[in-house]
C-alpha cells in the first residue's frame, strides 16, 4: 500500500468519524411532542409571559409585553405598542376582567374590554381555545430538528407552520402566515417554553418571540389607585 493511500485511508475514516459524532440523536416524533406539549401547557395555572417584537411588521401593534398571567385572566405587567404612529409605554392590570393602564407618568386609569384589546389582550395567553396550547395543536408540516439548551434546560426543537388566524389572538394585526419553532422540555412536563414566529421575510430574526416560565408561580392581582 502506497503512502499516499494509506493517508486517504487515514483521512477518510476520521471524516467518517467525525460525522458519526456530529450526527443528530434520535428525536422523537414532532407529533407526539407537540400533543403532550399541548396537554402539559393547557393545565398551567398561571405563568410569566415575555413577548419581544423585532422590527416593524404590518399591522402589528405589539411591540413588548412582559408581565404575569393566570387561567383567569388576571394579569399583571409592562407593555409597550404602537399606536397610530405613537409607541406608548406603560404597566398594566386585569382584575376580574376589569383592566386598568399607567404611562410612564401619572396614575392607573381604567380601561373598557375594548380599548384593552386594542393595546394587548394578555388573557389569550392560557386560553386553551385561543393561546399556546391551541397552537401546539394546530401546527402543521411539523418536524423535529435538534435539541437545544432554553436558560440551560434541553429542549426538543420542533419547527411547523401557523395561519395569521391562528396567531392574532396572542399577536393582533399580522398580515402573514407564518413558520414557527417551538421549544418543549426534553425531561420533566413537556410545557411549551419559548416560541418563534417568524414571516417569510423575517430570516434569520424571528418576527415574535415568546418565553413563558415561571410555571404555576402564584401571583397577586389587585385594583390600583386610579388617578
Not at 503512502?3 to 428525536?27: E, V
Not at 420533566?188 to 419559548?194: F, I, M, Q, W, Y
Request: charged share 25%; glycine share 8%; proline share 6%.
Amino acid at each position: 500500500m502506497t503512502w499516499a493511500r494509506l493517508l486517504f485511508i487515514t483521512l477518510l475514516a476520521a471524516t467518517l468519524g467525525l460525522a458519526t459524532a456530529c450526527s443528530k440523536p434520535d428525536l422523537p416524533p414532532a407529533a407526539g411532542l407537540l400533543k403532550q406539549s399541548a396537554e402539559a401547557t393547557a393545565a398551567v395555572n398561571s405563568t410569566h409571559l415575555v413577548i419581544k417584537v423585532n422590527g416593524d411588521p404590518e399591522g402589528v401593534k405589539v411591540r413588548n409585553v412582559d408581565g404575569d398571567v393566570d387561567r383567569a385572566g388576571n394579569a399583571r405587567g409592562s407593555l409597550k405598542v404602537s399606536l397610530s404612529g405613537t409607541v406608548i409605554e406603560g404597566d398594566f392590570v386585569i382584575v376580574k376582567g376589569q383592566a386598568y393602564f399607567r404611562g410612564p407618568t401619572g396614575k392607573f386609569t381604567e380601561y373598557t374590554t375594548e380599548r384593552t384589546k386594542e393595546l394587548y389582550d394578555a388573557t389569550a395567553i392560557l386560553d386553551p381555545n385561543r393561546g399556546l396550547a391551541h397552537l401546539l395543536t394546530v401546527a402543521t408540516d411539523t418536524e423535529s430538528q435538534d435539541i437545544d439548551s432554553i436558560d440551560g434546560q434541553d429542549a426538543y426543537k420542533i419547527t411547523g407552520k401557523l395561519t395569521k388566524e391562528q396567531v392574532t389572538p396572542l399577536v393582533p394585526g399580522l398580515k402573514k402566515d407564518l413558520d414557527v419553532v417551538f421549544w418543549v422540555p426534553v425531561n420533566g412536563p413537556r410545557h411549551v417554553l419559548r416560541v418563534w414566529f417568524s414571516t417569510p421575510d423575517a430570516d434569520p430574526v424571528p418576527t415574535v418571540e415568546v418565553k413563558v416560565s415561571d410555571f404555576d408561580k402564584q401571583f397577586t392581582v389587585e385594583k390600583p389607585a386610579l388617578g
